[in-house]
């Protein structure tokens, strides 16, 4: 059997020589976090896992480690006969695990006896973990934050999209979050990854960055949706200057009418959201908004919340706001070519910083 190499970093140029990190933890450990490209290939079902870990603790290790070695056996066996059959004798996969415990072991060992360069990652995905929080929270990288800001409905996603057309860099924390950011934010049917994905997401856009050059990132509170910024990027948007996008009451309402057509067209979701509004606006304003939706009369409803929620909300924010603004984008309106103009603008603002 060739050495099996032992990797103990999960920083991405430790991982950039594989051609494949393979995750072999269950479906729903790698659904919840893995590491950046890493493709799962489980040892153990989720069921498989369970049923070993309740023989393991009710009756025997013995037992446990039997019957989890038959159905290891067999679940690396699918892999090299269906994920893996396309892979030549240069093929170089780096394996890991929750802790680089047996299951890694197990297929590393395999791989390896196929005649495969393998390698272990030394404390799995556990490893990997501790870099993503010694990046994001006991680190300050030095970055050049710009934020685009502005109130509710004034287009701040859309054009930060035409930045990156434009060669600015940008990183989209509600993309990366899924989550439009406010209340009424949730995208239907589509669930916010969890907190540990999240903040893989965000390492990873930080990690492509250039640090030299300025990011621009959406104003958003310390939370998008129910996933946090962690510090190392917080710290630098609260600090960060800001590009103003400014867009006619009615121009927003328009837009909101459209983007958030999902969010009114399921009543629960809706009411819930109304539910959660952190000044309470009283039962008959909420009626009359479930009112609205119902009818499908979303452009007087999102002028209504504009003008009772975020329009004041937004006010509120920006009296407490100390840093400089380094300039204000005024838009006529929200279509293609508005919004096309005013990330022509910001960009041409944000090339300046770097003069």
């Not at 269906?82 to 929750?98: I, S």
């Not at 993503?132 to 502005?150: H, N």
């Not at 009424?184 to 640090?211: C, H, I, N, Y």
Request: one cysteine or more; hydrophobic letters at 45%.
């Amino acid at each position: 059997m060739a050495a099996i190499e032992v990797i103990r970093n999960a920083d991405p140029a430790s991982l950039a020589p594989f051609d494949a990190v393979i995750d072999v933890r269950s479906p729903s450990e790698f659904a919840e976090d893995h590491a950046p490209g890493a493709i799962s290939l489980p040892v153990l079902s989720d069921a498989e896992r369970a049923v070993v870990g309740t023989i393991y603790v009710q009756e025997s290790r013995f037992k446990a480690r039997r019957i989890g070695a038959a159905l290891i056996a067999r679940n690396v066996a699918r892999h090299l006969e269906t994920a893996l059959a396309d892979k030549d004798g240069a093929f170089r996969p780096l394996v890991y695990c929750w802790r680089g415990g047996q299951r890694s072991s197990a297929m590393a060992t395999i791989l390896s006896e196929v005649g495969w360069r393998t390698a272990l990652l030394a404390g799995g995905y556990k490893t990997y973990r501790r870099h993503v929080k010694t990046r994001l929270y006991d680190e300050a990288p030095p970055l050049k934050i710009v934020l685009l800001e502005g109130r509710t409905g004034s287009g701040k996603t859309e054009v930060l999209s035409r930045l990156s057309a434009l060669g600015v860099q940008t990183i989209d924390l509600e993309g990366l979050a899924a989550h439009r950011g406010s209340l009424f934010g949730a995208l239907v049917g589509t669930p916010q990854p969890s907190q540990k994905m999240f903040e893989s997401r965000l390492l990873g856009a930080l990690d492509a960055a250039d640090p030299t050059r300025p990011i621009v990132v959406e104003a958003e509170s310390s939370k998008v949706g129910e996933r946090m910024v962690p510090p190392a990027l917080w710290t630098a948007m609260a600090a960060a200057p800001r590009i103003t996008l400014v867009a006619p009451a009615e121009a927003r309402a328009r837009y909101l009418a459209q983007v958030y057509a999902d969010v009114t067209a399921d009543r629960a979701t809706f009411e819930a959201s109304l539910e959660r509004l952190p000044i309470f606006p009283g039962r008959k304003r909420i009626e009359a908004w479930l009112a609205l939706a119902d009818a499908g009369e979303l452009e007087t409803l999102a002028s209504d919340l504009v003008a009772v929620h975020y329009d004041p909300a937004y006010d509120r924010t920006e009296r407490r706001d100390p840093h400089p603004r380094l300039a204000c984008v005024a838009m006529t309106g929200l279509g293609q070519a508005d919004l096309d103009a005013a990330a022509r603008e910001v960009a041409a603002v944000v090339a300046g910083l770097g003069r």
